[in-house]
């Protein structure tokens, strides 16, 4: 029992640990008041300082460090954690508390230097929306959006039937991509960008086939975005990362912000980027609740618009495979865990966020 008190401390301290997270998710206003919008504002312009200059992914290398050295870990302990020989059992127990210890200091990491925001009032609440709206202001709100994405196509693609081109490198939009949260700091002071940390990442292969856009890497304050996509999708991914830079870690919310962001950017491009990824929720939902009127919308859009969905949906299409599908649901689980009870389900919540916003 002595020789194991190391190893029971380590569990105690991580099972602590999760009850404290799991108990901050009724306490909304206190995240939101002193880390959200107290203590978070300050690590996050400092970690964007302080990496921004940084012409590559830095947190990237990290995770590449971080998971050799948990093959070799699991390589070199593998015999002493799955023996049950006497010989073998306080190795194991060394091992075991090794594990533990690393995961209270990985867990409280991710937590101090991102996490909490996971816990803070949901979106609508601080910006004093209602979070439901009826089938009618739906609709209103997508023949808006039909407007608004099929004047910017037209401004962008004279030919009705074809895509809009997007000829801009990555590393342009990221340069661009600030201007979008400067034209919308009036709106809620938290939108307030500063220096930048926007970086392709490292482990595109590996992320384009778990099915992933982009992520923000917690540890770093650095937004990654999938190096190989160059679509109509790539300014409002840009934005939708620095969103999650910003505080505002549910997926949901993040692509509200970035919507917002780029319908008020200076640039058409991120304009329509915007409109027709919002355009693209709002008609899926109004599928969902009224197919009919779905239908009568439908031909009013501009055939370059779902042209341009094309191109996305083929993009991901040459990845689709066993890895996709479980890094899908692992990535569900992660969210259920961190206060998104509804999982990828809760990516419907931005319509709601949407019709609220502009109704």
């Known amino acids: 029992m002595q020789k194991n008190r190391s190893l029971f401390i380590a569990i105690g301290l991580l099972t602590l640990q999760v009850s404290f997270y799991y108990s ?38 990290v995770y590449s460090v971080a998971i050799i050295m948990v093959i070799r870990w699991l390589w070199l302990s593998k015999r002493d954690l799955i023996s049950f020989s006497r010989h073998a059992r306080g190795r194991a127990g060394k091992r075991y ?12 990491l991710f937590h101090c230097m991102w996490g909490f925001n996971y816990y803070r009032e949901p979106l609508h609440e601080v910006l004093e929306l209602d979070n439901k709206y009826s089938t009618e202001e739906l609709k209103a709100v997508v023949y808006q959006l039909v407007f608004t994405s099929n004047k910017l196509h037209e401004q962008l ?20 991509a600030p201007i979008a949260f400067k034209n ?11 220096n930048s940390s926007i970086k392709e990442s490292l482990l595109t292969m590996p992320l384009s086939y778990m099915g992933y856009s982009g992520y923000l890497n917690p ?33 949901n919310e993040a692509n509200f912000i970035a919507i917002i962001a780029g319908m008020n950017h200076d640039d058409l491009h991120f304009q329509y980027s915007a409109s027709i990824f919002a355009l693209r929720y709002c008609i899926n939902e109004l599928y969902l609740k009224d197919p009919k009127a779905y239908e009568e919308i439908r031909p009013l859009i501009r055939d370059g618009v779902f042209e341009n969905y094309k191109e996305l949906q083929d993009f991901w299409s040459q990845y689709k495979g066993v890895i996709e599908e479980v890094s899908q649901v692992t990535y569900d689980t992660y969210l259920k865990a961190n206060n998104q009870p509804g999982g990828m389900e809760t990516y419907s919540y931005v319509v709601a966020l949407i019709v609220n916003y502009y109704k």
């Open 24 to 61: 901050l998710r009724f306490f909304p206003s206190t995240v939101e008041s002193l880390y959200s919008t107290g203590v978070y504002p300050f690590i996050s312009k400092a970690m964007r300082l302080g990496l921004g200059w940084v012409p590559f992914s830095f947190g990237d290398l």
């Open 184 to 194: 919308i700091d009036h709106i809620y002071p938290a939108l307030d960008y500063g």
């Open 157 to 176: 693609q004279k030919t009705d039937s074809l895509p809009v081109t997007f000829t801009r490198s990555q590393s342009e939009i990221f340069d661009l």
């Open 97 to 108: 508390t090794q594990l533990f210890l690393s995961l209270n200091i990985i867990l409280a």
């Open 219 to 251: 540890l770093t304050g650095e937004a990654q975005t999938n190096a190989w996509i160059n679509n109509y999708k790539t300014p409002v991914l840009t934005l939708h990362e620095m969103s999650h830079q910003l505080g505002f870690a549910k997926e």
